[in-house]
T-cell receptor, first 112, second 118 residues
Framework: GNSVTQMEGPVTLSEEAFLTINCTYTATGYPSLFWYVQYPGEGLQLLLKATKADDKGSNKGFEATYRKETTSFHLEKGSVQVSDSAVYFCALKGDSWGKLQFGAGTQVVVTP | DTGVSQNPRHKITKRGQNVTFRCDPISEHNRLYWYRQTLGQGPEFLTYFQNEAQLEKSRLLSDRFSAERPKGSFSTLEIQRTEQGDSAMYLC????????????????FGPGTRLTVL
């Protein structure tokens, strides 16, 4: 079956540091890939998405490229801010019904 | 506010009691999903509705769980004879009409209902 594996947290960074969160997936066919973010006390929000190989999703300075050859969708940001402190979830949608399969989440803590 | 809403936000119950949660999706969305999230894990799919039809149920959804979406609007999730293992955050999400199998249609999540079974 489909699965998503992402790096364990917490990841602790200083403000303006470079952030990478690794995400790899296993799926049949051609899934769509997503990064969702959960800020403290808030619900899940879509951060970015990519629907086919080599697509790059981007939003709020975050980027992720759909790499079919390595089955990866790593999240990157060049210069993090304290406000980026949150839990980040990688997810895939592999079938027509649209249900999402999530990774376990990676907590990111950015210190001033 | 036109986002997904869920009620109640928190529910504490004793083992063996029945509980019911409600989800109000974004009004023009015909797809509705329920997920369960336990501490330190990502959400896990429970069930999916397209309009009023329940089209898929996860193996996680035991016979103690039942979900409905009468008239294709709000949805309810009921858990009968709750167990301590049912303690989790129950999330509801909605999305617009299906377009294609690989569509990147966004799912909009509600704030969740946190269930604690004592």
């Amino acid at each position: 079956g489909n699965s998503v594996t992402q790096m364990e947290g917490p990841v602790t960074l200083s403000e303006e540091a470079f952030l990478t969160i690794n995400c790899t997936y296993t799926a049949t066919g051609y899934p769509s890939l997503f990064w969702y973010v959960q800020y403290p006390g808030e619900g899940l929000q879509l951060l970015l998405k990519a629907t086919k190989a080599d697509d790059k999703g981007s939003n709020k300075g975050f980027e992720a490229t759909y790499r079919k050859e390595t089955t990866s969708f790593h999240l990157e940001k060049g210069s993090v801010q304290v406000s980026d402190s949150a839990v980040y979830f990688c997810a895939l949608k592999g079938d027509s019904w649209g249900k999402l399969q999530f990774g376990a989440g990676t907590q990111v803590v950015v210190t001033p | 506010d036109t986002g997904v809403s869920q009620n109640p936000r928190h529910k504490i119950t004793k083992r063996g009691q029945n509980v019911t949660f409600r989800c109000d999706p974004i009004s023009e969305h015909n797809r509705l999903y329920w997920y369960r999230q336990t501490l330190g894990q990502g959400p896990e799919f429970l069930t999916y509705f397209q309009n009023e039809a329940q089209l898929e149920k996860s193996r996680l959804l035991s016979d103690r769980f039942s979900a409905e979406r009468p008239k294709g609007s709000f949805s309810t999730l009921e858990i009968q004879r709750t167990e301590q293992g049912d303690s989790a955050m129950y999330l509801c999400a909605s999305s617009p009409a299906f377009r294609e199998a690989t569509s990147g249609d966004e799912q909009f999540f509600g704030p969740g209902t946190r269930l604690t079974v004592l």
